[in-house]
């Protein structure tokens, strides 16, 4: 588990308004997903979905005015199992979820 919460984006509703010169680009396995990382600071910034190629997975926490905390409820994936490895859909790969309570209301 990486440990960000990633939101979904269609290829071409991505801009990248600052940093692309930083970018440094990791695939492995069957290199279909496209790993996006700060060569700089090393955070992950997003990824070309595998299972859904026309789809890039963002950071929340790299968009503009967006935090992770905007989000109440994040379901959490088990980093093991993926679902293009599953093909008849059987089962989860969710093992959880993690709330967000805000201590200032």
């Known amino acids: 588990m990486r440990g960000?919460?990633?939101v979904s984006a269609d290829l071409d509703g991505l801009e990248i308004l600052e940093g692309e010169d930083a970018l440094t680009l990791y695939t492995f396995n069957t290199g279909t997903a496209?790993?996006?990382f700060c060569s700089k600071c090393g955070i992950y910034t997003f990824h070309q979905?595998?299972?859904n190629p026309r789809q890039?997975?963002?950071n929340a926490?790299?968009?503009e005015g967006v935090s992770p905390f905007d989000f109440k409820v994040i379901p959490v994936n088990?980093?093991?199992n993926?679902?293009?490895d599953n093909?008849?859909?059987t089962g989860s790969c969710i093992i959880g979820y993690l709330y967000y309570k805000s201590e200032t209301t």
């Open 4 to 6: 960000a919460v990633a």
């Open 34 to 36: 496209k790993h996006f």
């Open 49 to 51: 979905r595998r299972s």
């Open 56 to 58: 890039f997975g963002v």
């Open 61 to 63: 926490a790299c968009l």
């Open 78 to 80: 088990d980093g093991i």
């Open 82 to 84: 993926h679902p293009s």
């Open 87 to 89: 093909p008849d859909q």
